[in-house]
């Protein structure tokens, strides 16, 4: 066997390992995210266990209906759609559209809830060895 061919073999044995393990490390983390205690409407949770303290980040996944924002659009007026929103459809401040989706009360902002459609993302998991008695 050549040096190229025993690093190939190497190199698909790493990765077929790699890719096994961070499967795994991707079911532990759902696990973990269901057992965490999550305080009420937040997306950080904690645990603590076997001498670890482990953060716990839900993430969401926001997409949008670029039809359904064009229509958002035509009726918000072009003035008040791009304080929100970027020509390329994409929210241009956070924050005011995080203001807007919770307490405008006109009909645009339900139009604009429409037009975002969100679904779960992979939780997020980090953890700090926590300090046994004794320790400095």
């Not at 670890?52 to 359904?68: G, R």
């Not at 009360?105 to 926590?130: N, Q």
């Amino acid at each position: 066997m050549t040096n190229t061919e025993a690093l190939i073999l190497e190199m698909v044995n790493l990765k077929t390992n790699m890719d096994r393990e961070k499967k795994r490390l991707e079911e532990i983390h759902y696990a973990l995210a269901a057992e965490a205690t999550f305080p009420e409407g937040k997306s950080t949770g904690h645990l603590l266990g076997a001498g670890y303290d482990v953060t716990v980040q839900l993430k969401q996944n926001v997409k949008w209906d670029q039809k359904a924002l064009g229509d958002c659009r035509a009726a918000m007026g072009d003035e008040k759609f791009f304080s929100l929103f970027s020509w390329k459809y994409e929210p241009a401040d956070a924050r005011k559209l995080s203001g807007f989706l919770a307490f405008d009360s006109s009909p645009h902002r339900l139009m604009v809830e429409k037009a975002r459609i969100v679904s779960a993302g992979k939780p997020s998991v980090t953890f700090k060895p926590v300090m046994q008695q004794g320790e400095a």
